[in-house]
């Protein structure tokens, strides 16, 4: 069974740093691309970063472009999400997600989702 698990959310003040992990199961990260998306209460999921083998990172939000980076250990089928300079505005809910092969901005295109992990920014 192919799934997705999320870990490491948590709360944290404003400026500080997280790492969130997305364990994949019954399927390798080789050849597929692993997405975050984020959804904050009153709006719309985002997609946050993406990671694929061959590409790296493909970063989607202008809001963390330069605060998040995705990097995978594929010894551990894991992909982490290294968040740093922390805002109260990056709270959310955040699910990672694959697709084969190439990263899309698109949610509609990916077919594996882990449940997610919530990471609340606060003082």
């Known amino acids: 069974q192919k799934q997705l698990v999320e870990s490491g959310g948590e709360l944290v003040q404003p400026g500080g740093s997280l790492r969130l992990a997305c364990v994949a199961s019954?399927?390798?990260?080789?050849?597929?691309?692993i997405a975050w998306f984020r959804e904050a209460p009153g709006k719309e999921r985002e997609a946050v970063i993406c990671?694929?083998?061959?590409?790296?990172?493909?970063a989607y939000a202008a809001s963390t472009k330069d605060r998040f980076t995705a990097t995978r250990d594929s010894a551990k089928n894991t992909v982490y999400l290294q968040m740093t300079s922390l805002k109260p505005e990056d709270t959310a809910l955040y699910s990672c997600?694959?697709?084969?092969?190439?990263?899309?901005?698109?949610?509609?295109?990916?077919?594996?989702w882990g449940l997610g992990t919530q990471v609340t920014v606060s003082s």
């Open positions: 997600a694959a697709r084969d092969w190439y990263c899309s901005h698109d949610e509609t295109q990916y077919h594996i």
């Open positions: 019954g399927f390798t990260l080789r050849t597929t691309s």
């Open positions: 990671n694929n083998y061959v590409d790296g990172n493909t």
